[in-house]
């Protein structure tokens, strides 16, 4: 079974930056897509950003227009991660964030499965 866990969340102030932490420890996160998502009290899952890579490379992210220019995704091959940074960090950004395994790299949550627990991230003065 694919197993991911986030981790890297917390309490941050308006302005401020969060890098969270995607880990897969039953597969290798090569080839394929790895979502982030977030939902925050009372509204839907939504996408943030996701990656998707083969044989090495970067190959394709994409995010959504709320974080975009804000957040960056990346993997890392040697410790099989992905993480998300969060610069800028605004309160409406503030939500339980989750990572998934997908085929493709959309922002459509029912492409995903395999969801780790979540991270919490609140932006707050």
């Known amino acids: 079974q694919l197993q991911l866990e986030e981790s890297g969340g917390g309490l941050v102030q308006p302005g401020g930056s969060l890098r969270l932490s995607c880990a897969a420890s039953?597969?290798?996160?090569?080839?394929?897509?790895i979502g982030w998502f977030r939902q925050a009290p009372g509204k839907e899952r939504e996408g943030v950003s996701c990656?998707?890579?083969?044989?090495?490379?970067?190959?394709?992210?994409n995010y959504a227009d709320s974080v975009r220019g804000r957040f960056t995704i990346s993997r890392d091959n040697a410790k099989n991660r992905v993480y998300l940074q969060m610069n800028s960090l605004k309160p409406e950004d503030t939500a339980d964030y989750y990572c998934?395994?997908?085929?493709?790299?959309?922002?459509?949550?029912?492409?995903?499965?395999?969801w780790g627990q979540g991270t919490q991230v609140t932006v707050s003065s």
């Open positions: 990656i998707r890579t083969s044989g090495g490379s970067n190959g394709i992210t």
């Open positions: 039953t597969f290798t996160l090569d080839n394929y897509a």
């Open positions: 998934a395994v997908g085929r493709l790299c959309v922002l459509n949550r029912y492409e995903y499965n395999n």
